[in-house]
C-alpha cells in the first residue's frame, strides 16, 4: 500500500458549475490501486456529477466543462467522451442497465468490441463485414465473469436472466475491457435481493484483491462498511467527510449525510410545534391502505399512510425509493392497486377524473410532461383544468346545449394568479413553453389552485428552480394550507425544505413508508429512515 | 426568390429578422409551393391561358375537396394523427349516396337523404375505427393507412354482394353488382355546386358549395371552442395533462375519430355532386393522399391543425392541381402536371413526417 | 401417467403453436377450404407454387435485413423494384438479351439502389419511430420522382431509341415494356422436369446463396451491429456502435436485393407494367412475410418461404373458388386483395397492441407480490 | 496521400463489376440478321440468287429459303458461324461453313447468301440494314398512361 508512487487517481480542487449554479465545489480525494472507496450522499449531494466528470460524460462538457484537475497515476487527464475515459482504465456501471435484452451475456460483456475473424470480403466492403469470432467471443467473457468469482450463464439471454444477473453482466463486461483499473458502481445493489448483493459484495472483495480500485456509490450504508476501505460522505456539493471505514459507524454516517446546520428559526419552530398539537385531534382526512404503483423507477411496493386534516404532510427519501409514485398512484397517472379512503369514501384508483371530482389536486413532478400543455397559452394551462372538472369558464349558449368557452373569464382568473404567484411573462396569452422552469411551476400550481381543491398533492414542487422562485412556491403553499385550511401532502427529494414547510415527514424507503416523524426530529433520524432502517432501529442506534 | 436571398444575407435589420423567423416557421416548402402557384398565376395570362377560367376551374376543385380536407381536423386534433384511413369515411359516404339512389329519392331530397343514411355508417365504423386506433396509440398512422385499405378492399366485395336493385346503379346485363361509375345526373347533381352560383364572363363561383363548406367549417371551428373542443385540444397536445386534467382521453379520441369519419363521408358526398358521378371500387384507395397533403401544405403539423389551415392548403393544392396542366401545356407543351401533385403532394407528408419537433409524437 | 402428460403437453403445445401463429394458421385454413372449391389439380398447383417461389422468394428475402435493424417493415423496397426497373428499361433499348441481359440490370440498378437507399436511409434516421410510415410515403414520392424521369427525361435527356419502348409523342416509355428476349432465361437454364412439374434449378440456386448470404451476413460485425441497434439504438450508441450509419446500411443492403429481386420477377413474368409493376410490389411481399408468420420486429427465413407458398396457394385458387362458388370470378379476385390488406392490418395492429401490453405487465407482477406478501 | 489497399481492392471490385458489366453488353448484345436469298449486284457483279437452300447460324434450327426469300435470324454475341446448304448446278449437294463477326453497333444487318456461295469475303456480304421509316408505331394514334397504383394487382 504505502509506495511512493503518485496515486491511482487523485481529484484537485474539481468543481463544477451548471448555468450559474455551483453543484460541487472543492472535491479533493485520492484513490490508490485495489482501494474501494464508499461514495455516500442525499440526492442532488454532486455524487452523479461528479462521477460525471470523472468519466467523461457528454453533459459536462456540454455545460461549460469543470474546474480543477484529474490525476491519473499523477498525469493531468481530461476526458472529453466516456470514451476517452474507458481508454484510460475506468469502467462505469450506471444504475439503469444498459444492455440489449434480446442477446446473450457474452453478446453484451463483448457488445461492440468483438474479437472479429478478417476475411477477404471485408477487405472490399470493409472492417464492418469481420465474422465474428464466437469461440473468442465466449473464452474472453468467461475470463471476464470468472475474474468477478460470481456464476451466471454466459450463454443465457439478458431477458431471461434475473436482475442480479444483469448487474452481474454489466460488471463483467467493464472488466472484460482491457486495462480496467478504475470501476465505478453507481448504486448496483439498489435492485438487487439480499442474497444476490452479498454475491456482489464478495465480488467487490475479490476485485480488490487483484488491484482493482472501485469507487462504490449505495444507500445501504451497512454495504459500505462492509467492503470499503474508506468512506467520502458528499453533501450539497462538498466532500464533508473523508474517513477510513473502520473508524465509522451507520449513525454517524446517517448524521453526517443530512445533518447541515439547520438555520431554524426558533420562532417558526415554535409555531409548528403548536399547529402541529392544533391538528393532532383532528380527524384523519386520507388514509391509503396497502397501495403499490408501477411507476417506471419509482415503484411503491406497499404503502399505508394516513393523513390529518388541514395538515402538511412531507414525503421524503432518496430517488428511486418510491415516494414520488405515492402521489401518480392516487390520482391514477400510474396503474396502482390498494384502498384509499378520503372523507370516508373509497376513491377509486387509476381514475384520475374520480380523484378530481372528489376534489383532490395534484401538481406533478414531470412539469413538462404531465404539467402543461407547452404548445398552448398561460390561460389554457390555468383554466383548463378547472373547466373541465367543474365547468368553471363556461358561458352556455343556445339554452345550455353548447358549452362556451369563455375566454374573457378565463383570461381574468389567470391575470388573478399571475399577479398572485408573481409569474414572469409577457400577457397571459403567452405559449407556456417560453416560460423559465421557476414560472411553468408557479403555473402549475395557479392549476392545482384555480380548482380550488380540499386536499393538495404537491410533487417537487422545488426541482430545477431557482431560490427565489424556491421560496416563493413553498411560502405560497404554506398560505394555501394556513388560509384556506386544505390539506397539503408535499414530496420533495429535499429533506430540508420538507423540514421547513411541513408538520410531519413520512421517509419512504425501498416502496415502503419506513417512519414518520414529526418535523422538528432530529436531522440524523430522517437520516436513518431514508437508508431504510425503521424506525424502531433508528431509535436503537 | 432572389428578394428572399437578398433577406437571408442582410443581417440585423430587425424587419429582415421577422421575415425570416416568419419563413422558419411557415416551412421552406410551403413557401416554395406558395410562391410556385404565384407564378403560375402570373404566367398563366402571358401564355394566353384564361385567368378567369382558371380561377373557376381551382374555385370549383376547392369547393369539392374542402370538405374532405376538412375531415383531417378532428383527429390531428385529438392527436391521432393524419387520417391515413378517410377512405373508411368515404365508404359511409358512398353506402349513404348508394342506398339514398336505391330508395329512389331525386334533387335536393337525395343529397339530404344521402347524408342521413351515411350519418349511421360514419358513425359506426367511425366508432370501430376509434376503438382501433386507442389500442395502437403510436402507431396509428400505419394501421389508419391498411384499415383505410382493407375496407375499401373489403367494400369492393360488398359491391358485387349487396341487393341493390335500382337499373342506374347495377350493372345492365347481370343485373346484379354496381357500376364501377355511377351518374348523379337526375339525382343529386350539381345540387350545391350550382345553388346560387354566381357567373361573371369567364369566372363563376360555386357560392352554393362554398357556403356549405363554410358551415361546416364555422361548426368545426364553434366546437373547437366549447368544453369538449377544449378537451380535445389538450388531449392532442399533451395526453398526460388532459389524462391528468380528469379527462377520458379514449373517449375523447374515439369522438374525434367519429368526427373525422363523418366528414369523410359528407366531403365525398360533396365532391360527388360536383363531379357528377360516384366512383365505387377501388376508386376511395387513394383519396387520402391528397387530403393530408392538402391541410399539410396549408401549415399544419402531424399534431397541429386549423380552419385557416384547411382553407390555406386545399386552395393552394387544388391551385397547383388545376393551374400546372394548362399553364406548364402551354410553355413547354408537356402536361407534366401529375407527376408534379405525386412530387409535390408526397413530399409535402414525408416533410412533415420528419420534423424534429412534431417526431416526439 | 405419463402418457397423460405427454398428450397434456401436446395440448398445450398446439394451443401454444395457435396462439403464437394465428395469420400462417388462418391461411392454412383458407387454402384447405379453397382448394377443393376450385378444383385445381395437385400438379398445377404444385408447379405454380414452385414458379412463384423462384419468382417472389429472392424480393421478400430483401424485407428481411432492416426488420433486423428494427426498422420494421421496409415499404420502400419498391425503391429498389423501381432501380431494377429501369435497369431492364435500358437493357431492353440496347437490345442485350438473355442473361448477360439479366446481368447487366442487375449491375446498371446498384448505383441507383445505392442512392435511393441511402436517401431513404437518411429520411428515416429524421423519423425514428415511425419509420413504416415514413417508408411508405418515400415509396410514393420517389415512385413520382421515377415516372418524371421515365416518362419525361427517358427520350429527350436519356436516350432511347426503339419505338418499340417509346410513347408515340416521342418521350416516355409505354405502359408495358416486352422483356420476350430475356423472358424466364433463367429459368429455362438447367430446368428440370419432374412429371409436369418444372423446376428453375438457376433461381433457386441463387435464392440459396441469397439465404446463405443472409445467415453469414448475421454472423458478421455488421449485423450483429444491427441486430443490438434493432433492439436497443440508445444502448447501442453508448457502446458506441455508429447507430445511423448502421440503419441506413441496412436499409442500402435491403434496397439492392430488392433491385436484384425485382428483375428476377420480371425475367420471370416477361413484361414490364412501366408505371405500375412496382407499386404493388412492396405490399404483395410485406403480406406473403407476415402470411409466413414474421412480425414488425421478428422474421426469419422460414417466414418467407412458408409466406411465398400460403400466400400465393391463396392467390391462385381464390379467383377460381369464387367463380366456382357464386359465378364471379371478380369476387375472388376482390376477396384476395381484401386479404392482402386484411393480413397487414392484423399483423400491424397485433404487434402495437402487443408493445403495449408488455407495458402492463410489471404492474400485475406488483400486485401479485403483495399478494403473495399477505 | 498514399492510397491505402483497402482503396485499391475496393476500386478493383468496382473495375471488376464496369468490367463485367461491358462484356455483358458485348455477350448479350442481340443482332437481327436479315438473311437474303436475291439476286444481288455487288461491285458491278451480279449473282444469282440459289434455287434452295437451308441456313443455320450458330447452330439454331436450319430455314429453308427459296429465291426472293428474306428471313430474320436473331443472335447474340459478336461471332457467329453460318452453315449454308444448297444443290448447286450440277445438282450437287453442297455445305459451305463460314465464320462471320457482327459489329457491336450494328442492330440489324443484310447478309447475302448468293454472295457467301460465290466466295466474297464476308465484309462484302454483309451490309448494314437501313430500317425504312414506316413503321406501325407511327400510325397508331396516342396511348394514354396509365398511372393508377390499384390497376395491377396481377402477379
Redesign the interface.
Known amino acids: 500500500m504505502g509506495n511512493e508512487a503518485a496515486p491511482l487517481l487523485e481529484m484537485r480542487n474539481v468543481s463544477k458549475e451548471f448555468f450559474g449554479n455551483k453543484v460541487l465545489s472543492d472535491i479533493n480525494f485520492t484513490m490508490k490501486k485495489g482501494e474501494v472507496i464508499g461514495l455516500v450522499g442525499e440526492n442532488g449531494a454532486g455524487k452523479s456529477t461528479l462521477m460525471k466528470i470523472l468519466f467523461g460524460m457528454d453533459v459536462i462538457k456540454a455545460t461549460g466543462g469543470y474546474g480543477g484537475d484529474v490525476l491519473i497515476d499523477g498525469q493531468k487527464v481530461i476526458f472529453n467522451t466516456p470514451f476517452d475515459a474507458i481508454n484510460a482504465g475506468i469502467g462505469m456501471v450506471h444504475q439503469e442497465f444498459s444492455l440489449i435484452p434480446g442477446f446473450t451475456a457474452t453478446e453484451n460483456i463483448l457488445l461492440n468490441r468483438e474479437p472479429q475473424k478478417h476475411h477477404f470480403l471485408s477487405e472490399i466492403f470493409g472492417e464492418r463485414l469481420n465474422l465474428l469470432d464466437r469461440p473468442e467471443m465466449s473464452r474472453q467473457s468467461e475470463a471476464a465473469i470468472k475474474k468477478l468469482g460470481v456464476e451466471i450463464d454466459p450463454d443465457m439471454m439478458i431477458n431471461q436472466m434475473p436482475v442480479g444477473h444483469k448487474q452481474f453482466t454489466e460488471i463483467a463486461r467493464e472488466l472484460s475491457k482491457t486495462g480496467t483499473r478504475i470501476l465505478i458502481l453507481d448504486e448496483p445493489t439498489a435492485v438487487l435481493t439480499e442474497h444476490e448483493a452479498e454475491a456482489l459484495l464478495a465480488a467487490i472483495k475479490r476485485l480488490s484483491e487483484q488491484g482493482i480500485a472501485i469507487i462504490f456509490i449505495t444507500h445501504r450504508l451497512h454495504e459500505i462498511l462492509t467492503v470499503c476501505d474508506q468512506v467520502l460522505v458528499m453533501r450539497d456539493g462538498l466532500i464533508v467527510k473523508d474517513v477510513p471505514a473502520g473508524e465509522t459507524n451507520v449513525a454517524q454516517i446517517a448524521k453526517w449525510m443530512v445533518g447541515r446546520d439547520v438555520k431554524s428559526d426558533a420562532d417558526e419552530s415554535r409555531e409548528k410545534a403548536a399547529h402541529l398539537l392544533k391538528e393532532e385531534g383532528k380527524p384523519v382526512v386520507m388514509s391509503i391502505k396497502r397501495l403499490w404503483v408501477d411507476m417506471p423507477g419509482e415503484t411503491v411496493r406497499d404503502v399505508s399512510l394516513d393523513v390529518n386534516d388541514g395538515e402538511i404532510l412531507g414525503i421524503g427519501g432518496l430517488a428511486g425509493q418510491g415516494k414520488l409514485g405515492i402521489p401518480n398512484g392516487v390520482m391514477g397517472l400510474y396503474p396502482a392497486g390498494g384502498h384509499v379512503v378520503f372523507n370516508g369514501k373509497e376513491i377509486k384508483l387509476n381514475s384520475p377524473r374520480e380523484c378530481l371530482d372528489a376534489d383532490l389536486a395534484f401538481v406533478s413532478e414531470d412539469r413538462r410532461g404531465v404539467g402543461l400543455l407547452l404548445d398552448e397559452t398561460l390561460e389554457w394551462n390555468i383554466a383548463f383544468p378547472a373547466m373541465q372538472i367543474h365547468s368553471k369558464f363556461l358561458k352556455k349558449r343556445l339554452g345550455g346545449l353548447v358549452k362556451w368557452r369563455d375566454d374573457k373569464a378565463i383570461a381574468n382568473v389567470t391575470k388573478k394568479y399571475v399577479d398572485m404567484l408573481e409569474i414572469k411573462c409577457t400577457n397571459t396569452k403567452q405559449d407556456a413553453k417560453e416560460l423559465s422552469g421557476g414560472n411553468q411551476q408557479k403555473v402549475c400550481l395557479a392549476k392545482a389552485f384555480a380548482l380550488e381543491p380540499k386536499f393538495l398533492f404537491v410533487s417537487e414542487p422545488t426541482r430545477g428552480i431557482d431560490v427565489g422562485a424556491k421560496a416563493l412556491v413553498l411560502q405560497s403553499l404554506k398560505k394555501f394550507n394556513r388560509e384556506s385550511g386544505v390539506t397539503v401532502v408535499m414530496i420533495s427529494s429535499e429533506l430540508e425544505e420538507l423540514r421547513q414547510t411541513c408538520d410531519r415527514v413520512a421517509i419512504i424507503a425501498n416502496g415502503v413508508v419506513s417512519g414518520i416523524l414529526p418535523a422538528t426530529a432530529p436531522s440524523e433520524d430522517f437520516g436513518l429512515l431514508m437508508v431504510g432502517h425503521k424506525a424502531e432501529e433508528a431509535s436503537n442506534e | 426568390m432572389s428578394e428572399d436571398k437578398a433577406v437571408a444575407m442582410n443581417n440585423g435589420n430587425p424587419v429582415m429578422e421577422k421575415i425570416r423567423g416568419f419563413i422558419k416557421s411557415f416551412g421552406w416548402p410551403r413557401l416554395i409551393i406558395a410562391l410556385f402557384l404565384i407564378s403560375l398565376f402570373i404566367a398563366a395570362p402571358i401564355v394566353g391561358v384564361n385567368f378567369g377560367s382558371s380561377l373557376s376551374n381551382t374555385l370549383m376543385r376547392f369547393g369539392m375537396n374542402s370538405v374532405l380536407v376538412l375531415a383531417m381536423v378532428p383527429m390531428i386534433h385529438s392527436g391521432c394523427g393524419l387520417n391515413f384511413g378517410l377512405p373508411l369515411g368515404i365508404i359511409a359516404g358512398l353506402l349513404g349516396a348508394t342506398l339514398s339512389i336505391e330508395s329512389g329519392f331525386t334533387g335536393v331530397p337525395s343529397f339530404l337523404m344521402a347524408m342521413l343514411y351515411a350519418t349511421p355508417f360514419a358513425v359506426l365504423l367511425g366508432y370501430g375505427y376509434g376503438v382501433l386506433l386507442n389500442k395502437v396509440k403510436g402507431g396509428e398512422m400505419m394501421i389508419a393507412t391498411y384499415v383505410g385499405f382493407s375496407s375499401v378492399s373489403f367494400m369492393c366485395l360488398m359491391w358485387l354482394l349487396l341487393p341493390y336493385k335500382s337499373p342506374t346503379m347495377v350493372w345492365g346485363f347481370e343485373g346484379k353488382g354496381l357500376r364501377t361509375t355511377i351518374s348523379v345526373d337526375g339525382f343529386y347533381k350539381g345540387v350545391l355546386s350550382d345553388f346560387l352560383k354566381i357567373d361573371i364572363g369567364h369566372l363563376s363561383i360555386p357560392t352554393g358549395m362554398i357556403l356549405f363548406f363554410a358551415i361546416l367549417a364555422f361548426v368545426m371551428w364553434a366546437f373547437l371552442h366549447t368544453k369538449t373542443g377544449t378537451a380535445m385540444t389538450a388531449v392532442g397536445s399533451n395526453p398526460t395533462f388532459a389524462k391528468a386534467g380528469g379527462i377520458n382521453v379514449d373517449k375523447i379520441r374515439i369522438l374525434s375519430v367519429v368526427m373525422s369519419t363523418w366528414l369523410g363521408a359528407i366531403g365525398i358526398l360533396v365532391y360527388e355532386q360536383a363531379f357528377g358521378f360516384i366512383q365505387l371500387y377501388m376508386s376511395p384507395f387513394n383519396m387520402a393522399l391528397p387530403a393530408v397533403s392538402a391541410i399539410l401544405i396549408g401549415g399544419a403539423s402531424v399534431n397541429k391543425a386549423s380552419i385557416p389551415n384547411v382553407i390555406i392548403g386545399t386552395f393552394l393544392f387544388q391551385g397547383i392541381v388545376t393551374m400546372t396542366p394548362s399553364v406548364m401545356n402551354s410553355i413547354i407543351h408537356t402536361d407534366m402536371s401529375e407527376v408534379i401533385r405525386i412530387i409535390v403532394s408526397n413530399g409535402m407528408i414525408l416533410y412533415a413526417l420528419t420534423r424534429k419537433t412534431e417526431a416526439t409524437r | 401417467m405419463t402418457k397423460i402428460k405427454s398428450t397434456e403437453s401436446f395440448g398445450k403445445k398446439l394451443l401454444k403453436l395457435v396462439k403464437n401463429n394465428p395469420v400462417p394458421l388462418m391461411f392454412v385454413i383458407i387454402c384447405v377450404i379453397c382448394i377443393p372449391l376450385s378444383g385445381y389439380s395437385a400438379g398445377y398447383l404444385i408447379g405454380e407454387i414452385i414458379t412463384r417461389i423462384a419468382r417472389n422468394s429472392f424480393l421478400i428475402i430483401s424485407l428481411l435485413i432492416p426488420i433486423m435493424a428494427g426498422m420494421g417493415l421496409n415499404f420502400g423496397m419498391t425503391l429498389g423494384a423501381m432501380a431494377g426497373e429501369i435497369g431492364l428499361i435500358l437493357v431492353s433499348d440496347w437490345k442485350v438479351v438473355g442473361i448477360p441481359g439479366v446481368v447487366l440490370a442487375m449491375i446498371i440498378s446498384i448505383p441507383i439502389s445505392v442512392l435511393l437507399g441511402w436517401f431513404c436511409g437518411k429520411i428515416l434516421n429524421l423519423a425514428k419511430g415511425r419509420e413504416m410510415v415514413t417508408s411508405y410515403i418515400i415509396s410514393y414520392f420517389i415512385s413520382g420522382v421515377y415516372q418524371l424521369i421515365v416518362l419525361y427525361a427517358m427520350g429527350p435527356i436519356i436516350p432511347i431509341k426503339h419505338s418499340s419502348l417509346v410513347l408515340p409523342r416521342g418521350y416516355g416509355i409505354r405502359n408495358t415494356v416486352n422483356l420476350l428476349s430475356m423472358r424466364q432465361c433463367l429459368d429455362n437454364l438447367l430446368a428440370i422436369r419432374i412429371g409436369s412439374v418444372r423446376i428453375p434449378v438457376v433461381p433457386f440456386l441463387i435464392i440459396a446463396v441469397l439465404c446463405f448470404i443472409v445467415v453469414w451476413f448475421k454472423k458478421t460485425k455488421l449485423g450483429q451491429d444491427m441486430r443490438a441497434v434493432g433492439q436497443d439504438m440508445e444502448v447501442a450508441r453508448a457502446a458506441g456502435i455508429k447507430v445511423e450509419e448502421t440503419r441506413i446500411m441496412s436499409i442500402i443492403i435491403s434496397t439492392v436485393l430488392a433491385g436484384f429481386g425485382m428483375v428476377i420477377y420480371l425475367q420471370n413474368m416477361g413484361t414490364l407494367n412501366t408505371y405500375n409493376s412496382h407499386t404493388q410490389i412492396g405490399m404483395f411481399c410485406i403480406a406473403a412475410l407476415l402470411v409466413g408468420g414474421a412480425s414488425v420486429d421478428k422474421a426469419s427465413i422460414g417466414n418467407v418461404f412458408l409466406g411465398v407458398i400460403l400466400f400465393h396457394l391463396m392467390f391462385i385458387v381464390a379467383p377460381k373458388a369464387g367463380m366456382n362458388l357464386i359465378g364471379q370470378a371478380q369476387l375472388g379476385e376482390y376477396f384476395r386483395v381484401f386479404v392482402s390488406y386484411a393480413v397487414i392490418t392484423v399483423a400491424l395492429v397485433m404487434y402495437e397492441s402487443k408493445k403495449r401490453r408488455a407495458n402492463s405487465l410489471t404492474g400485475l407482477k406488483l400486485a401479485e407480490d403483495q399478494e403473495v406478501a399477505k | 496521400m498514399k492510397l491505402s ?2 482503396f485499391w ?2 476500386a478493383a ?1 468496382v473495375a471488376f ?2 468490367l ?2 461491358v ?3 458485348f ?5 437481327s440478321i436479315l438473311v437474303d436469298n436475291k439476286t444481288t449486284e455487288i461491285d458491278g457483279v451480279s449473282y444469282k440468287a440459289l434455287d434452295v437452300c437451308e441456313v443455320r447460324i450458330d447452330g439454331g434450327d436450319p430455314e429453308e429459303l427459296v429465291p426472293r426469300d428474306r428471313i430474320q435470324i ?1 443472335v ?1 454475341d459478336q461471332h457467329h458461324t453460318l452453315v449454308v446448304s444448297y444443290t448447286d448446278a450440277n445438282w450437287e449437294e453442297k455445305k459451305i461453313k463460314v465464320r462471320f463477326t457482327t459489329p457491336v453497333k450494328e ?1 440489324m444487318m443484310v447478309l447475302s447468301i448468293p454472295a457467301v456461295v460465290a466466295g466474297l469475303p464476308m465484309d462484302k456480304c454483309l451490309t448494314h440494314f437501313e430500317s425504312q421509316a414506316v ?1 406501325v ?2 400510325i ?4 394514354t ?9 396481377d ?1
Open positions: 489497399k483497402k481492392l475496393r471490385a463489376l464496369i463485367l458489366g462484356v455483358m453488353f455477350v448479350g448484345r442481340q443482332h436473331d447474340m442492330e413503321t408505331d407511327q397508331e394514334q396516342g396511348e398512361i396509365q398511372i393508377d397504383e390499384t390497376t395491377s394487382f402477379i
